[in-house]
Structures are given as structure tokens and as C-alpha cells.
């Protein structure tokens, strides 16, 4: 059954938001939780963390930036078209419990997932703090809804155009070693982002959580596809995450897998490109 969609706009530059009409799938989903997109027959199936669920309309808002031949693809649809498949509630939601404060991290794209962690950590009590950063200033997303849920924002871009020039691991470093008392960590971006995040936290020993965007194909645990190590044991981040304990995951090795098929997706974008404008190569 194809999804239809109801709403597309661009964010920022490369940045796209698509509103999809999914009702079974918005009265399922949870903060943490991914779906699973095909575009038409021949696309590839890509896995999207989910950026807003409306249970009450029935839909699904997710975020992507355009990286190779399916985003690019998926950025040119409008409101009014539909892709074949969109499937999920995938993995396992984020635990939300009250535990006192709560320091929310969004990196990049990462910052749209964060969102609705963000939202369901302040409407269990708790105290939130959420970074948010990015290169610059025109790639910074969705900085009113993520202020709404926060009891405090901070900002920061590469470049020093918005907020504090520097990293997101700058601002969390300061809270860490402030007088607070912070619970939890959750951080959610580029994977050298998260490691950096990991290794900030580590030596104050506080519980960080991250979600990990490895290479998904059924996501149902079947193909293998995105298993990662942690704790020294082969996890399946659709079926086992997609958030792990940061202090226990090997980055290294996640980022070299996300590099596996990088030439066949340079060729696929390649090629798409070449079919889009008539190319004769």
C-alpha cells in the first residue's frame, strides 16, 4: 500500500522534512524508534529514525539530509506523492523514567531525532538540557521545537556563527564539571560525534545512551546487516537498539562498516544523477 505524503518542505539547505500519512504506524511509535523506507520498486530500503509521531492524525515526520542517490531521490517528491513501502515502529523505544536531569544531544540530522526523546524525558519529570549544533548557522534545524521541551538550550556551530564556536562535547564538558547533578546523557549525530560525546562522559561516569545509524537492510534482525560490538558482543541494532551504553561501543568499527559500500553508492549516485540529466556516459 503506498504512504502517501502530505507535506514536504526544505529545512535548511540539503535538509528536507517529509510529513507521511501512516496512522497505524503514528499510533505505534515511540520516542527512539525508526522506520524503514522504499521509495518505488527498484529503490534501496533505508532506515530513518523518527523525527515526530501525531498518533491523533496519523502521522509520521522524519527528517533526512541529502547523502547519495535514495535522499536525493526522496528530496525531489512533493506533497501528494507516495513512496511504496514505510515500514516501522522499528527497534526498541528509548526508557524514559524520571531520573532527574537529563542532558538531550543532537548533532547535525541528529538534532530531529532528539526532539522527541527530548519531549517524552520532560513530560516524565524531568530537568532537560539539550546541545544542539551544527557546521554553521544555515544548517541548524528545528532550534523553537527543541527550546519548547528544554528547560535550557544550547547552541553551538563549527564556525562561531550561532551560539558557541566550537563543539557540542564543549557545552557538555562545562555541565559535566558544573554543579548539577546530570542523570543521563543521550546523543544522537555523526558517529565521530557520539564517540567524542562517549569519551567526554566517560571519566564523571554518567550513563550515556547513544543511537547508532548502522547499515539496515530488513530490519528485523534476519539479514545481519547492522550488527555492531558492544560490550565485546555482536549486537543487531534494529532488533537490539538502536540505542547502546556509549561507553560500550566499538566506533571504530561502526565506521568502518558505514564505509563498506561506499563506492557502489558513489556509482548509484552517480548513475542517478546521469539518468536525471541525459546524460550519454
Known amino acids: 500500500m503506498p504512504f502517501k505524503i502530505l507535506e514536504k518542505s526544505q529545512i535548511v539547505p540539503t535538509i528536507h522534512q517529509i510529513i507521511i500519512e501512516a496512522p497505524k504506524i503514528a499510533r505505534k511509535a515511540r520516542a527512539g524508534q525508526f522506520v524503514i523506507l522504499r521509495i518505488d520498486e527498484s529503490g534501496e530500503r533505508i532506515p530513518l529514525t523518527i523525527a515526530d509521531f501525531d498518533g491523533e492524525n496519523g502521522t509520521i515526520t522524519i527528517i533526512f539530509q541529502e547523502m547519495g542517490k535514495t535522499t536525493k531521490q526522496l528530496s525531489?517528491?512533493?506533497?501528494?506523492?507516495?513512496?511504496?513501502?514505510?515500514?516501522?515502529?522499528?527497534g526498541n523505544p528509548s526508557e524514559i523514567e524520571q531520573v532527574g536531569t537529563v542532558v538531550c544531544v543532537g548533532g547535525g540530522?541528529?538534532?530531529?531525532?532528539?526532539?522527541?526523546?527530548?519531549?517524552?524525558?520532560?513530560?516524565?519529570?524531568?530537568?532537560v538540557l539539550t546541545i544542539i549544533g551544527s557546521r554553521n548557522t544555515d544548517l541548524l534545524l528545528w532550534e523553537d521545537k527543541v527550546r519548547d521541551v528544554s528547560d535550557e538550550l544550547y547552541i553551538t556551530t563549527d564556525d562561531g556563527s550561532k551560539g558557541h564556536h566550537g563543539f557540542v562535547t564543549d557545552i557538555l564538558k562545562q555541565l559535566l564539571e558544573g554543579d548539577e547533578q546530570i542523570s543521563l546523557v543521550i546523543a544522537i549525530g555523526p558517529p565521530i560525534m557520539m564517540?567524542?560525546?562517549?569519551?567526554?562522559?566517560?571519566?564523571?561516569?554518567?550513563?550515556?545512551?547513544?543511537?547508532?545509524?548502522?547499515?539496515?537492510?530488513?530490519?528485523?534482525?534476519?539479514?545481519?546487516?547492522?550488527?555492531?560490538?558492544?560490550?565485546?558482543?555482536?549486537?543487531?541494532?534494529?532488533?537490539?537498539?538502536?540505542?547502546?551504553?556509549?561507553?560500550?561501543?566499538?566506533?571504530?568499527?561502526?565506521?568502518?562498516?558505514?564505509?563498506?559500500?561506499r563506492t557502489e553508492e558513489q556509482l548509484a549516485e552517480e548513475k542517478y544523477e546521469c539518468d536525471r540529466e541525459g546524460c550519454q556516459c
Not at 534476519?222 to 560490538?229: H, P
Open 76 to 90: 525531489k517528491l512533493q506533497a501528494g506523492d507516495s513512496l511504496l513501502d514505510f515500514v516501522g515502529p522499528l
Open 109 to 127: 540530522v541528529g538534532v530531529a531525532p532528539i526532539f522527541p526523546i527530548a519531549r517524552a524525558h520532560k513530560e516524565a519529570g524531568n530537568r
Open 195 to 261: 564517540r567524542t560525546v562517549a569519551g567526554v562522559t566517560h571519566p564523571f561516569g554518567v550513563k550515556t545512551m547513544v543511537s547508532l545509524n548502522s547499515i539496515m537492510v530488513d530490519g528485523t534482525g534476519m539479514c545481519g546487516s547492522c550488527r555492531v560490538l558492544v560490550g565485546g558482543e555482536t549486537k543487531f541494532a534494529c532488533v537490539d537498539g538502536p540505542e547502546f551504553n556509549a561507553h560500550e561501543v566499538d566506533f571504530t568499527l561502526l565506521m568502518n562498516r558505514l564505509m563498506m559500500y
